[in-house]
């Protein structure tokens, strides 16, 4: 109600208030629309942000009016389906307009207070990793309008507001006690890109020596130097953690997964326990193909919104 208040439309609500929330809140499920588009976008390579202007319907090639384009409303008024041809519209839509949401709200819900300069660089930072991570998911690949966006964005980001990296190790030793400039702040941030990108270059590296494969993505090496240029060195070194704990527990399970799917199967060929070293080799094999990108957002996500919290949590914190 505030924000309909005449004297709340002549000042803007304050950025630590309530009313602010709820506007920033719904800026990110506008947002969450449009990174659908990046999302869909970015992968292909006939098509950019600008090109088309309006989005159509892949189906019926019908360009959208505006009342088919309102966040998650659309979607479930017409119940997951286009106007025109009745082509069912994917649920990832609607998800990525909640997470837009969900994502500007936490970023304002833990920013200090009144810094609007630290609550546009985290929204836009965890719009980018939404982005990786739908198309990390579909394409087994990381756009580069993300991560090398990402490593140029950061250092003006840090220069820009320095406080980004107020408790960062390498701008902490470079004021010497004195506040973060933004010269300490732009150390932070290319430390940070160093160490994250060095770490999983080395780690892909030995592992191409020891599969005789690719064993990491270029992409995730440039995902997590970008990363690192906006949680800085400590932040890095976390993401890094709770990237590697969560993938694999879930590397573990999607390698269950298949080895319950052979089994099934061999089951009903009344195979019995012969099958179970083929089911084992199986599902070590295909379950082993996850993208890794999600995971590095996840951390980045993560300790870019709350680090200190996070931190105490890990075994080598502090
Ligand atoms: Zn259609």
Redesign the pocket.
């Given at each position: 109600m505030a924000l309909l208040e005449p004297s709340a439309l002549l000042a803007f609500p304050p950025v630590g208030s309530a009313p602010f929330g709820v506007f920033w809140t719904l800026v990110g499920l506008f947002v969450g629309s449009f990174l659908n588009v990046c999302i869909h976008r970015f992968p292909l390579e006939d098509q950019s942000i600008f090109k088309p202007v309006r989005s159509h319907?892949?189906?019926?090639?019908?360009q959208l009016e505006w009342v088919e384009n309102i966040p998650v409303l659309s979607w479930l008024y017409q119940r997951g389906k286009?106007?025109?041809?009745?082509?069912g519209i994917h649920w990832r839509y609607p998800l990525v307009e909640i997470l837009g949401a969900a994502a500007f709200y936490l970023a304002w819900y833990m920013a200090p207070a009144e810094d609007l300069g630290i609550l546009l660089i985290h929204s836009t930072v965890l719009s980018g990793l939404i982005v990786a991570t739908f198309v990390d998911f579909d394409r087994y690949e990381i756009p580069d309008q993300v991560s090398i966006g990402g490593m140029w964005a950061a250092p003006v980001a840090s220069a820009l507001v320095p406080a980004l990296h107020a408790s960062g190790p390498v701008a902490l030793a470079m004021a010497g006690g004195g506040s973060v400039d933004w010269v300490a702040a732009l150390a932070e941030c290319a430390a940070g890109m160093a160490l994250g990108g060095g770490f999983l270059y080395g780690v892909g590296w030995i592992g191409t020596r020891i599969y005789k494969a690719e064993a990491m993505g270029f992409g995730d090496v440039k995902l997590i130097a970008a990363g690192g240029g906006f949680i800085g060195t400590q932040g890095v070194v976390g993401a890094l953690i709770i990237a590697v704990v969560v993938a694999s527990i879930f590397g573990v399970l999607n390698i269950l997964r298949f080895y319950h799917v052979v089994r099934t199967r061999q089951r009903r060929r009344r195979l019995g326990n012969r099958g179970i070293p083929e089911a084992i080799r199986t599902a070590r094999a295909v379950g082993r193909y996850l993208p890794f990108g999600p995971y590095l957002a996840l951390g980045i996500g993560i300790v870019l919104l709350d680090w200190k919290d996070v931190l105490t949590l890990l075994p080598f914190g502090h």
């Amino acid at each position: 109600m505030a924000l309909l208040e005449p004297s709340a439309l002549l000042a803007f609500p304050p950025v630590g208030s309530a009313p602010f929330g709820v506007f920033w809140t719904l800026v990110g499920l506008f947002v969450g629309s449009f990174l659908n588009v990046c999302i869909h976008r970015f992968p292909l390579e006939d098509q950019s942000i600008f090109k088309p202007v309006r989005s159509h319907c892949p189906g019926c090639e019908r360009q959208l009016e505006w009342v088919e384009n309102i966040p998650v409303l659309s979607w479930l008024y017409q119940r997951g389906k286009c106007r025109g041809c009745k082509m069912g519209i994917h649920w990832r839509y609607p998800l990525v307009e909640i997470l837009g949401a969900a994502a500007f709200y936490l970023a304002w819900y833990m920013a200090p207070a009144e810094d609007l300069g630290i609550l546009l660089i985290h929204s836009t930072v965890l719009s980018g990793l939404i982005v990786a991570t739908f198309v990390d998911f579909d394409r087994y690949e990381i756009p580069d309008q993300v991560s090398i966006g990402g490593m140029w964005a950061a250092p003006v980001a840090s220069a820009l507001v320095p406080a980004l990296h107020a408790s960062g190790p390498v701008a902490l030793a470079m004021a010497g006690g004195g506040s973060v400039d933004w010269v300490a702040a732009l150390a932070e941030c290319a430390a940070g890109m160093a160490l994250g990108g060095g770490f999983l270059y080395g780690v892909g590296w030995i592992g191409t020596r020891i599969y005789k494969a690719e064993a990491m993505g270029f992409g995730d090496v440039k995902l997590i130097a970008a990363g690192g240029g906006f949680i800085g060195t400590q932040g890095v070194v976390g993401a890094l953690i709770i990237a590697v704990v969560v993938a694999s527990i879930f590397g573990v399970l999607n390698i269950l997964r298949f080895y319950h799917v052979v089994r099934t199967r061999q089951r009903r060929r009344r195979l019995g326990n012969r099958g179970i070293p083929e089911a084992i080799r199986t599902a070590r094999a295909v379950g082993r193909y996850l993208p890794f990108g999600p995971y590095l957002a996840l951390g980045i996500g993560i300790v870019l919104l709350d680090w200190k919290d996070v931190l105490t949590l890990l075994p080598f914190g502090h």
